[in-house]
C-alpha cells in the first residue's frame, strides 16, 4: 500500500455512506460524495427548470439544497417537456414502528414530485428487507409495513396515482423475472463476505426492479420505456448505480435519481437520524413535550457557551442543528434569514431559536398525527390494492 | 499445505460431484461419496421395508441399487406405517428441449413411489435457474419448461396427486416467505466466488422450499408438519444439506431423500449423461434407427479386442455400459442374469448384448413418444393449474 492509497483508505475511514451505514468522523462531506459516487450536483439552473416546467415554486426541499444531487434529471425533464410522461419510484424499510423527522423528508417531497409533475408513483416496502438485515420475523415485518404505510399515506398522496405494495406481497411474476434478469448481470456479492447471509447478496435486485415499468404490469403494460425518476436520501444511490448498470441490457432506460442530503440526529451533522436511538431522533409520534424537551437537551448547538460570550461572537449556524431543522422545516424564507443573521450575530439566544423549533416541528407533527389518525385500513387496503390506475397520468 | 492436504485434494480433484458439475478421472465412486456427503446406504433391509409397506414389488431402480443412498428414509417409512402420509418433491432444470434417458431416470422412479405410496407430487421446473444459468431468455426458458413438463406428464403421473410449477410463474407469497426464511439462516455464498453473478448465491432458497409444505398454501393449507420426501440424484445432495441445515431453525421436517446415481454416458462411467453432447447421450425423441446407431458406435464395451480372446476371457461387465443400461431398463431379472452370466463367460458378444439393448431402449422411448404426443396443452395447464387436490392422499 502505497502513501497516496494509504491516505485514499484514511478519508474513507473517515466517512462511510451506504445503503447499510452511514456514519462520519466530521460533518458529512456531500462534495466528496458526489465526486466518490460520480452523481451530478442540482444547480440552481435545474431548479429554475423544474420551476419553469412544473409552474409551480420549487419545493422547500429543492430550493434549499436538501435534494442536491441527481443522475439524469435533464433528460427526464426533456422528455417531460416533450410530453412524455414518468414514473416516481420510492421505498422503505419497514425496521420500525414510529417513523421520525428524516423519514418524512423523501416522502413529503415526492408528494411535491407527483403533484407538480401529475405522475403516478410507486412506492416498494422492503419488508422482505427488514426481514433478514433487521432479524425481525415475517409477520412482524409485515406488519411495520402496514403501519409505515399508514404514515405514509398520511403524507397526502394520491390514491388515483399511487401504488404501495409490500415485497413480500408482491414479488412474483414479471417482478420476479426482472429480479432474475438483474441478478444474472450482476458479477460479485455486492461488498458482502462469506460471512454474510446468502438473503445480502440477493437483496440488491429486490429494489433495483421497480425502476422498470414492467415490474408492474397492472399499471404500465406496453410501457416498457416509461423512464422512471427516483426521489431518494444519497445513501440509496449504490442501489441504483448497479440497476442503472444494468438498465440498458436489459432492455430498459437508466433510472433517473434526485438525491437528499440526510436528516442530521439531534446531536450533530456525522450521520442521519436514526430511529434506533431514541434520543437522536423526533418520531412524528412525539408530544409536544418530548419535542420540547429532546430538542432543548439534545439538540447540538452553535451557540456560545456564556451569554456575553454569545452577544459577542454569535452563533457558529455551520455547525447548529436548530438552524439546521429550521431550514429543512420552516417554509418562510424571510424569516429564515433574519433568524440566521440575528442568530449569527448574537442578537439571538439558542434558547430563543430552539423554541421557535419546536414551534415549527409540533406544528408538523401534530398536522401528521392528524392525518394518519384518519388513515383506515380501508385506504391502505385500497392504496395496496393490485389494481391498474386508469387515470395515473392526468 | 502438508501431503495428507495435497492428497484429499488430489482425490477430490480425481471426482467432483455437485449440482453444477460432475466429473471423474475414472468410474464414480459411490461409497466415497456416500462417505463425502454424509448420508446412509439404501441397504436390502430398507428395500424389504418399502415392499411391506407398500405391498408391492419393490422398483428396478430400487432393487438393482440405481437409487443407492438416502437421508432419514426410515423416519418417513415409520411415520408412515402409523398412518403420517408425507408428499413427494423432485424437479427438474429445464436447460434442453430433449430429454435423455438418464433424465426420465427420477421421474419413472418418482412415478413408482407415488403410486406406491399413493401420496401427493409437487415437481419444480428450475427455468428462474436455467435462464441464470444457461443464459437463456426467460421466454425460452419458460418454453422449455413447458416443453420438458410434457414428458414429465409422459411419465403417467397422476394429475389428482401431481402439481408441476415453473418458478418465474410461481414464486411468490408464501413460497418467497420462505425464501427469504431460507435466505437468512444461509451463511457463506454456497461455495460460489465474487466472479460469479448473484443469481447464483441467490438460487440456492428456491430449490429448498417445496421442501416445505407451507409454501403451497393451495396444498398443504394448515399442514406445516406434513413430511417430505426427495428422489433425486446423489449430484442434488448439496441443495438439500443446506435445506436440512435450515429446516428445524424455521420450524420445519427436515426433507427425506432417496438418492440415485447417475446414468453415464455412452462412453462410459466418468460422469452423467449429458444432454448438450449428443453423442454422449440417447433422447427420448431419438428413432430406433439413431438408437441403434449410437449405441453401436458409441457405447463402450467391455468385451475384448478379437471374437478369439472374448470367448476365451469373457466381457467385463464393471466397466460394459450395455450391460449397465440393461440394468437399468430391463425389467427381467433372470434375462439380466443371463446376459451378465454368458457375456461375461464369453458366450455372448458385444455385438448381440448391444442388438438387446437397442430393442430394450427403442420399446421404452417408442412408448415414451406416443405417450409424450397424447400430452395436450390442456393437459399441461391442468397439471400445473394453481389448484387445491382435494384427493391427493386418497
Excluded at 409551480?56 to 416533450?82: M, S
Excluded at 410507486?122 to 433487521?134: A, G, N, R, S
Excluded at 445480502?200 to 425518476?229: I, M
Excluded at 448547538?301 to 452563533?315: C, D, F, T, Y
Amino acid at each position: 500500500m502505497d502513501k497516496n492509497e494509504e491516505k485514499q483508505r484514511e478519508e474513507e475511514r473517515e466517512q462511510v455512506v451506504s445503503p447499510w451505514e452511514v456514519s462520519s468522523s466530521g460533518k458529512i462531506d456531500y462534495d466528496k460524495l458526489i465526486d466518490k459516487f460520480g452523481c451530478q450536483r442540482l444547480d440552481q439552473s435545474l431548479v429554475d427548470r423544474v420551476q419553469r416546467l412544473t409552474g409551480r415554486p420549487p419545493h422547500v426541499f429543492l430550493r434549499r439544497g436538501v435534494f442536491f444531487a441527481h443522475r439524469d434529471l435533464n433528460d427526464i425533464l426533456d422528455a417531460y417537456e416533450k410530453g412524455e410522461k414518468f414514473y416516481l419510484y420510492t421505498g422503505r424499510g419497514p425496521s420500525s414502528e414510529a417513523l421520525h423527522l428524516g423519514h418524512l423528508v423523501p416522502f413529503m417531497f415526492t408528494k411535491y414530485l407527483q403533484d407538480a409533475f401529475k405522475v403516478p408513483l410507486v412506492i416498494q416496502l422492503t419488508d422482505d428487507e427488514k426481514c433478514m438485515w433487521k432479524n425481525l420475523s415475517v409477520e412482524e415485518s409485515q406488519r411495520l409495513a402496514r403501519e409505515n404505510a399508514k404514515d405514509i399515506i398520511a403524507c397526502g398522496f394520491d390514491v388515483t396515482k399511487t401504488f404501495i405494495f409490500s415485497d413480500f406481497d408482491y414479488v412474483g411474476g414479471a417482478f420476479y423475472k426482472n429480479m432474475v434478469k438483474v441478478a444474472k448481470c450482476v458479477v460479485g456479492i455486492f461488498g458482502f463476505t462469506g460471512e454474510d447471509h446468502i438473503g445480502k447478496v440477493s437483496f440488491p435486485p429486490v429494489q433495483a426492479v421497480p425502476s422498470f415499468p414492467s415490474s408492474f404490469p397492472h399499471l404500465f403494460s406496453g410501457k416498457d420505456h416509461l423512464r422512471c425518476l427516483i426521489p431518494c436520501a444519497i445513501d440509496q444511490d449504490p442501489y441504483f448505480r448497479m440497476t442503472r448498470d444494468v438498465a440498458p441490457r436489459i432492455g430498459y432506460h437508466k433510472p433517473a435519481l434526485i438525491e437528499s442530503s440526510f436528516f442530521p440526529a439531534l446531536q450533530g451533522e456525522t450521520g442521519k437520524m436514526s430511529a434506533s436511538d431514541p434520543n437522536s431522533a423526533l418520531y412524528v409520534t412525539d408530544s409536544a413535550k418530548a419535542i420540547k424537551n429532546k430538542i432543548n437537551k439534545y439538540a447540538f448547538s452553535g451557540g456560545q457557551e456564556s451569554v456575553e460570550l454569545h452577544r459577542k461572537l454569535g452563533a457558529n449556524l455551520e455547525v447548529d442543528i436548530p438552524v439546521k431543522y429550521l431550514s429543512f422545516f420552516l417554509e418562510d424564507d424571510a424569516e429564515l434569514e433574519h433568524i440566521k443573521k440575528e442568530y449569527g450575530a448574537g442578537g439571538m439566544l439558542t434558547g430563543e431559536v430552539k423554541q421557535r423549533l419546536a414551534q415549527v416541528l409540533t406544528e408538523l407533527v401534530e398536522r401528521h398525527q392528524v392525518a394518519r389518525a384518519a388513515v383506515t385500513d380501508e385506504m391502505v387496503d385500497a392504496f395496496m390494492a393490485v389494481r391498474p390506475l386508469p387515470n395515473m397520468f392526468d
